[in-house]
T-cell receptor, first 108, second 113 residues
Framework: KNEVEQSPQNLTAQEGEFITINCSYS?????LHWLQQHPGGGIVSLFM???GKKKHGRLIATINIQEKHSSLHITASHPRDSAVYIC??????????FGTGTRLQVFP | EPEVTQTPSHQVTQMGQEVILRCVPI?????FYWYRQILGQKVEFLVS????????KSEIFDDQFSVERPDGSNFTLKIRSTKLEDSAMYFC???????????FGPGTRLTVT
């Protein structure tokens, strides 16, 4: 069964802390998305990756195909990073299977 | 920067009524998707659409649901006879091809009373 598991479900941090959110999936993905969902509900795509590592500003996403695991890192976290972070896997079809999300709160 | 738009932002309807949710995908994109998110739950795939036909659909996408690309810009989701359990946020997304990043609209919150 194609599933996506995320951890932790909830995460609180002090401003400036380094954040890591984890995602694991079953075999056969063609790509993995990291998405950000704001309190109002809108979804923004952060990264799509199928191997290695991508960086955008303070965000870094990595994927390890052998271990079927991906991580999203936020360096120097800020209160405006507070959101739900979702990983979603593309399983050799054109539909995304979503994880349950990680709710991040960063306090000043 | 081009973006996916959705209308309305919020729709309230009575059980049994038909609703049409509208999306305008990014103009050079060829693949279109509908997802839904029931309050407090994860986002779920409903349907994907390419070349004027459904390419994949989930078990949720039963006979009550249909999609259409009525002209060159709009992509619609119709629910024929809404049920209370259809209350959710509905997201449209588009991509240039099936292996590329999907871009999401802001969502339509559907409330069925």
């Amino acid at each position: 069964k194609n599933e996506v598991e995320q951890s932790p479900q909830n995460l609180t941090a002090q401003e400036g802390e380094f954040i890591t959110i984890n995602c694991s999936y079953s075999v056969g993905i063609s790509a993995l998305h990291w998405l950000q969902q704001h309190p109002g509900g809108g979804i923004v795509s952060l990264f799509m990756l199928s191997s290695g590592k991508k960086k955008h500003g303070r965000l870094i996403a990595t994927i390890n195909i052998q271990e079927k695991h991906s991580s999203l890192h936020i360096t120097a976290s800020h209160p405006r990073d507070s959101a739900v972070y979702i990983c979603a896997a593309l399983y050799n079809t054109d539909k995304l299977i979503f994880g349950t999300g990680t709710r991040l709160q960063v306090f000043p | 920067e081009p973006e996916v738009t959705q209308t309305p932002s919020h729709q309230v309807t009575q059980m049994g009524q038909e609703v049409i949710l509208r999306c305008v995908p990014i103009s050079n994109h060829l693949y279109f998707y509908w997802y839904r998110q029931i309050l407090g739950q994860k986002v779920e795939f409903l349907v994907s659409f390419y070349n004027n036909e459904i390419s994949e659909k989930s078990e949720i996408f039963d006979d009550q649901f249909s999609v259409e690309r009525p002209d060159g810009s709009n992509f619609t989701l119709k629910i024929r006879s809404t049920k209370l359990e259809d209350s959710a946020m509905y997201f449209c997304a588009s991509s240039r091809d099936s292996s590329r990043e999907q871009y999401f609209g802001p969502g339509t919150r559907l409330t069925v009373t």
